[in-house]
């Protein structure tokens, strides 16, 4: 809504402009090719006073009245009666005001015209019908065209409104997901070593201070959210046996101002360690996070991979899930996520296009 009305003036100045564009064509073009020698004369200006008052009620009683009480409301045929009654009326008034006009100021009147008659009264109010009745389609097409921006624009309002709560609603579902699998790993770590489940709960304090105060927002810098996963990566770490390896790059700048969606890799990260650790073989998990100049944002996990059977419901599998439609609200045709299973190694790849999505953003709040 708050939207809605900063939007109003800026669509009312541009009504505005319309509107002085159209009647300026219609008015002011014509007298450059009334006369070759100069460009205005006041002459043929006044005599078509009575003409340009006739154009502009037709018009704006169709624009203002008309059109909402009885074209919009599909009552067509009581319009079309209407427009004919009004039209000829005014025809009428047209006709009298200008020669009362010409009554008043002689020097008005044409030379070649001589003392009026029925015929050329005829075909002034057929000249003037046909013009007002393009000034009634003229009227029709604006007001048909200034609807169907307003409804345009309100279908982006309520698709946006939409894609909002959407995205608020998945960003509920994450939290409980994450933690749920985090208190998983220390309630693990507290029947075999209980000095570190008392460091796991100091990390996890840290880890929901990201999510109470950061998640609330739809970007974050990088490199806080790059901080959130290696202090959540060093929780897991503590938790891990001699025979599992783990490794970690992460490159990005501290300086930039590179904006990512919170808790948009911490799915597969927690991927990784659900699939990739054996408590009987070796394991190996990589995990790597690369800025590039271009605005790029490329994250990638590798490790060695052990499917969980149906009876292992921890974390539910509903992360991937909601990753997916977050990028596809957040980043629509911005990312690119790829992943493989080959020779018991399982491979994501998922490159985000900041850049990109910042300016498709600022265009969207723009238009």
Same mark, same amino acid.
């Given at each position: 809504?708050?939207?809605?009305?900063?939007?109003?003036?800026?669509?009312?100045? /541009?009504?505005?402009?319309? @509107?002085?564009?159209?009647?300026?064509?219609? =008015? *002011?073009?014509?007298? +450059?090719?009334?006369?070759?020698?100069?460009?205005?004369?006041?002459?043929?200006?006044?005599?078509?006073?009575?003409?340009?008052?006739?154009?502009?009620?037709?018009?704006?009683?169709?624009?203002?009245?008309? *059109?909402?009480?009885?074209?919009?409301?599909?009552?067509?045929?009581?319009?079309?009666?209407?427009?004919? $009654?009004?039209?000829?009326?005014?025809?009428?008034?047209?006709?009298?005001?200008?020669?009362?006009?010409?009554?008043?100021?002689?020097?008005?009147?044409?030379?070649?015209?001589?003392?009026?008659? /029925?015929?050329?009264?005829?075909?002034?109010?057929?000249?003037?019908?046909?013009?007002?009745?393009?000034?009634?389609?003229?009227? $029709?097409?604006?007001?048909?065209?200034?609807?169907?921006? #307003?409804?345009?624009?309100?279908?982006?309002?309520?698709?946006?409104?939409?894609?909002?709560?959407?995205?608020?609603?998945?960003?509920?579902?994450?939290?409980? @997901? =994450?933690?749920?699998?985090?208190?998983?790993?220390?309630?693990?770590?507290?029947?075999?070593?209980?000095?570190?489940? #008392?460091?796991?709960?100091?990390?996890?304090?840290?880890?929901?201070?990201?999510?109470?105060?950061?998640?609330?927002?739809?970007?974050?810098?990088?490199?806080?959210?790059? %901080?959130?996963?290696?202090?959540?990566? %060093?929780?897991?770490?503590?938790?891990?046996?001699?025979?599992?390896?783990?490794?970690?790059? +992460?490159?990005?700048?501290?300086?930039?101002? !590179?904006?990512?969606?919170?808790?948009?890799?911490?799915?597969?990260?927690? /991927?990784?360690?659900?699939?990739?650790?054996?408590? %009987?073989?070796?394991?190996?998990?990589?995990?790597?996070?690369?800025?590039?100049?271009?605005?790029?944002?490329?994250?990638?996990?590798?490790?060695?991979?052990?499917?969980?059977?149906?009876?292992?419901?921890?974390?539910?599998?509903?992360?991937?899930?909601? $990753?997916?439609?977050?990028?596809?609200?957040?980043?629509?045709?911005?990312?690119?996520?790829?992943?493989?299973?080959?020779?018991?190694?399982?491979? !994501?790849?998922?490159?985000?296009?900041?850049?990109?999505? #910042?300016?498709?953003?600022?265009?969207?709040?723009?238009?």
């Amino acid at each position: 809504m708050g939207q809605a009305l900063k939007q109003e003036p800026k669509s009312s100045w /541009n009504n505005l402009f319309v @509107h002085l564009l159209l009647w300026g064509v219609i =008015f *002011i073009l014509p007298y +450059f090719f009334i006369d070759s020698e100069r460009i205005f004369t006041w002459r043929p200006f006044l005599r078509s006073i009575p003409e340009m008052l006739g154009f502009l009620l037709v018009f704006y009683l169709n624009f203002f009245l008309l *059109i909402d009480q009885l074209l919009f409301k599909g009552k067509t045929r009581a319009y079309i009666l209407w427009n004919i $009654v009004l039209i000829i009326a005014v025809s009428f008034i047209m006709h009298f005001t200008r020669e009362l006009l010409e009554l008043l100021m002689p020097h008005l009147r044409p030379r070649w015209r001589g003392r009026p008659n /029925n015929y050329f009264l005829l075909l002034f109010l057929l000249r003037n019908s046909t013009s007002l009745f393009m000034m009634m389609g003229l009227s $029709v097409a604006l007001k048909m065209t200034v609807r169907w921006l #307003q409804v345009e624009n309100e279908r982006k309002e309520l698709a946006k409104a939409k894609s909002e709560a959407e995205l608020q609603n998945l960003k509920n579902q994450i939290n409980p @997901h =994450f933690l749920l699998n985090t208190l998983n790993n220390i309630y693990a770590l507290i029947e075999f070593n209980p000095p570190k489940a #008392q460091q796991a709960v100091m990390d996890l304090s840290k880890l929901l201070r990201h999510l109470l105060y950061d998640n609330n927002q739809n970007f974050v810098p990088l490199r806080q959210e790059a %901080e959130f996963m290696r202090n959540y990566i %060093e929780l897991m770490r503590i938790r891990l046996a001699d025979h599992v390896q783990l490794t970690t790059r +992460f490159d990005y700048s501290d300086t930039a101002n !590179t904006l990512i969606s919170p808790l948009i890799f911490i799915s597969l990260v927690e /991927n990784a360690f659900k699939h990739g650790i054996s408590g %009987e073989h070796d394991s190996f998990i990589e995990i790597s996070l690369r800025e590039y100049d271009d605005g790029k944002v490329e994250f990638a996990t590798r490790n060695s991979y052990f499917p969980k059977s149906d009876s292992d419901k921890s974390g539910s599998g509903i992360g991937l899930d909601l $990753v997916k439609r977050k990028l596809e609200l957040l980043y629509p045709e911005s990312y690119l996520w790829h992943t493989t299973v080959e020779n018991d190694v399982y491979s !994501t790849v998922l490159v985000i296009d900041t850049k990109k999505q #910042q300016d498709d953003t600022e265009l969207l709040d723009r238009g």
